[in-house]
């Protein structure tokens, strides 16, 4: 299993951080937990949201308002859409695949995506 994370490695304050996922070697309507972590440095892994092999979407409470994670079947991709980011959000994003919801370390995750720098600013 392979995940690509695709997207703008800048974006600007009070606008969308958009990130896609490509999966291949599985289908991503029969593995769970697709999910969007963020790595601050020096931190551990934030958990921002997954989705699930049913469609189901899952977030942090301090996301819930601004985030969504969608899917695109046909191109077996996901994807992390956040709104009204501040420079806060500038951090290493990665696509994973995890055993459980809510992963805090690597070891929760059986694949990841390469890891992208994401910087919010003007």
């Known amino acids: 299993v392979q995940l690509q994370e695709s997207g703008p490695g800048l974006v600007k304050p009070s606008e969308t951080l958009s990130r896609t996922c490509t999966v291949s070697g599985v289908s991503i309507t029969t593995t769970s937990y697709l999910s969007w972590i963020r790595q601050l440095p020096g931190t551990g892994l934030e958990w921002r949201g997954a989705i699930t092999a049913s469609g189901s979407m899952y977030y942090t409470p301090s996301h819930k308002s601004r985030a969504s994670i969608s899917r695109d079947t046909s191109k077996n991709q996901f994807t992390l859409q956040l709104n009204s980011v501040t420079p806060a959000a500038t951090a290493v994003y990665y696509c994973?695949?995890?055993?459980?919801?809510?992963?805090?370390?690597?070891?929760?995750?059986?694949?990841r995506g390469q890891g992208t720098q994401v910087t919010v600013s003007s």
């Open positions: 994973a695949r995890a055993r459980s919801i809510q992963g805090k370390s690597w070891l929760d995750y059986d694949d």
